[in-house]
Nanobody, 124 residues
Framework: QDQFVESGGGLVQPGGSLKLSCEASGFILDYYAIGWFRQVPGKEREGVACMTKENDGSTFYAESVKGRFTMSKSKHRNMAYLQMDGLKPEDTAVYSC????????????????WGQGTQVTVPS
């Protein structure tokens, strides 16, 4: 059935880079707002980057990742991406992608389709 799958996580030294991918199957990703979120055990899931389906120029980035992370998507491949540069230990988390009708605050409750997540680890 409909699936939403993240990939690209791994262990990276501080200052390194990773590119995460989110592949949609069974539905057209371009019809949805898209968000990247991360979660650490014992803490609430937080929005990292969110993109509307109508205006890519309005992409939201959390203050903690501005200038380091870049979100993009491919209509042809039905995929979304998160390029992460200058990684820090505090970026360690499980990263998930979500899809929804729209967003205002880039909060998890604004999204209703989710992938299972991919682990990103940056040792201190």
């Amino acid at each position: 059935q409909d699936q939403f799958v993240e990939s690209g996580g791994g262990l990276v030294q501080p200052g390194g880079s990773l590119k995460l991918s989110c592949e949609a199957s069974g539905f057209i990703l371009d019809y949805y707002a898209i968000g990247w979120f991360r979660q650490v055990p014992g803490k609430e899931r937080e929005g990292v980057a969110c993109m509307t389906k109508e205006n890519d120029g309005s992409t939201f980035y959390a203050e903690s990742v501005k200038g380091r992370f870049t979100m993009s998507k491919s209509k042809h491949r039905n995929m979304a991406y998160l390029q992460m540069d200058g990684l820090k230990p505090e970026d360690t988390a499980v990263y998930s992608c979500g899809a929804g009708a729209y967003y205002k605050d880039c909060r998890p409750n604004e999204f209703f389709y989710w992938g299972q997540g991919t682990q990103v680890t940056v040792p201190s």
